[in-house]
T-cell receptor, first 113, second 114 residues
Framework: GDSVTQTEGLVTLTKGLPVMLNCTYQ??????LFWYVQHLNEAPKLLLK?????KRTEHQGFYATLHKSSSSFHLQKSSVQLSDSALYFC????????????FGTGTRLQVLP | DPKIIQKPKYLVAVTGSEKILICEQY?????MYWYRQSAKKPLEFMFS???????DNQTASSRFQPQSSKKNHLDLQITALKPDDSATYFC?????????????FGEGSKLTVL
């Protein structure tokens, strides 16, 4: 079946440092990949999405590149801010006759002053 | 203003009882969903609806019954509640079903079963 793996449960960084949150996936289809961000006591919101191989997509200082050869869609930012502290979910939508978005377990990013 | 309204925001129930979680979306979307988030599991897909028709059901238990009285409503009835049902239940919507577009989430209903 389709699955998403996020290896880090918690990432703690000092503000101003770069960050990379890992995401790998498994699917037999040509998928859409997403990053959602959930701040404390809020709803998850879309941060990035991509279906194009080897093309970087950016939003709000975050960026990610879908690499189909390695089934990866890692999220990066060059300089984290305190307001980036949140739970980040990588998600997969198989390009098939379903709209069942599969989420990873999430990575909590904690940015310290 | 929230475009997807979920009620109640918090609820506590006793084992064996029944609860209904309410969801209304004002985005003009045609597809709606329920997801569950617990301490042990990520956002877990439960149901998807398109134009009030059930499209996907990933919930093994018949104790969970979605109900759609209007295109912009998708309630979730949970019967014979168990402590393991304790979770935050998120309603979501998208413009259409099957177009792999963006999901918009409500703020969730946090259910605690004692």
């Amino acid at each position: 079946g389709d699955s998403v793996t996020q290896t880090e449960g918690l990432v703690t960084l000092t503000k101003g440092l770069p960050v990379m949150l890992n995401c790998t996936y498994q699917t037999t289809y040509s998928p859409f990949l997403f990053w959602y961000v959930q701040h404390l006591n809020e709803a998850p919101k879309l941060l990035l999405k991509s279906s194009t191989d080897n093309k970087r997509t950016e939003h709000q200082g975050f960026y990610a590149t879908l690499h189909k050869s390695s089934s990866s869609f890692h999220l990066q930012k060059s300089s984290v801010q305190l307001s980036d502290s949140a739970l980040y979910f990588c998600a997969l939508s198989p390009s098939s006759n379903t709209n069942k978005v599969v989420f990873g377990t999430g990575t909590r990013l904690q940015v310290l002053p | 203003d929230p475009k997807i309204i979920q009620k109640p925001k918090y609820l506590v129930a006793v084992t064996g009882s029944e609860k209904i979680l309410i969801c209304e979306q004002y985005l003009g979307h045609n597809a709606m969903y329920w997801y569950r988030q617990s301490a042990k599991k990520p956002l877990e897909f439960m149901f998807s609806y398109s134009y009030q028709k059930l499209m996907d059901n990933q919930t093994a238990s018949s104790r969970f019954q979605p109900q759609s009285s209007k295109k912009n409503h998708l309630d979730l009835q949970i019967t014979a509640l168990k402590p393991d049902d304790s979770a935050t239940y998120f309603c979501a919507s998208s413009q259409d079903w099957g177009n792999t577009g963006q999901l918009y989430f409500g703020e969730g209903s946090k259910l605690t079963v004692l």
